[in-house]
């Protein structure tokens, strides 16, 4: 159980688009969803916090009017890089908590953005 | 400000022999402290946590609140062990997890 997806796991896309990923929890309930961003050979950071039904709560540093957050159930959030740039290039990885128990984090597979 | 140090980002030992990860953290309160790993191609999955206290795979951590070290160890390394492996800490009452930088376990055969 407590399987996390992420779509799409690759995306090229050119200086100045916005691209939307999506993170859904398979086979549970999560009201609470996490976005990291890794760099190459770097630790996983944590971008923000996503609220099924409320606004994200984002990390210091990270422009909420640049990465969008939506959580509109409670299987899906959707992060939207807005008008991407080759700094954005990074990998995104989605986590999903259980509600209640152990509250354990489980990971999507993350998703591989490059922006040319 | 929490912390969490992974000081060894590469680590190679030999099948059967002892592996020892270390990880020590800095947090003011009372943290929770895990065990990630990420097997080649895979997505990252809890290992352990320290408030289980439980044995997986082989590998064991114990939280050490003096040495504020929470290190994972096991006594037979094994080829499929060969993983990178990150130390998270999450605070007392918090949501989020805080990740150290990794460090990539090989095991030689």
């Known amino acids: 159980g407590a399987v996390v997806s992420q779509h799409p796991s690759w995306v090229i896309c050119k200086s100045g688009t916005s691209v939307k990923i999506e993170c859904r929890s398979l086979d549970f309930q999560a009201t609470t969803m996490f976005w990291y961003r890794q760099f190459p050979k770097q630790s996983l950071m944590l971008m923000a916090t996503s609220n099924e039904g409320s606004k994200a709560t984002y990390e210091q540093g990270v422009e909420k009017d640049k990465f969008l957050i939506n959580h509109a159930s409670l299987t899906l959030s959707t992060l939207t890089v807005t008008s991407a740039h080759p700094e954005d290039s990074s990998f995104y990885i989605c986590?999903?908590?259980?509600?209640?128990?152990?509250?354990?984090?489980?990971f999507g597979p993350g998703t591989r953005l490059l922006v040319l | 400000a929490q912390r969490v140090t992974q000081p060894e980002k590469l680590l190679s030992v030999f099948k059967g022999a002892p592996v020892e990860l270390k990880c020590n953290y800095s947090y003011s309160g009372s943290p929770e402290l895990f065990w990630y790993v990420q097997y080649s191609r895979q997505r990252l999955q809890l290992l352990l946590r320290?408030?289980s206290r439980e044995s997986i795979k082989g590998f064991t951590a114990d939280l050490n609140k003096g040495e504020t070290s929470f290190h994972l160890k096991k006594p037979f390394a094994q080829e499929e062990d060969s993983a990178m492996y990150y130390c998270a800490l999450r605070g007392a009452g918090a949501n989020n997890l805080f990740f150290g930088t990794g460090t990539r376990l090989t095991v030689i055969p």
């Open positions: 320290h408030i």
């Open positions: 986590s999903a908590r259980l509600p209640s128990g152990e509250k354990t984090q489980y």
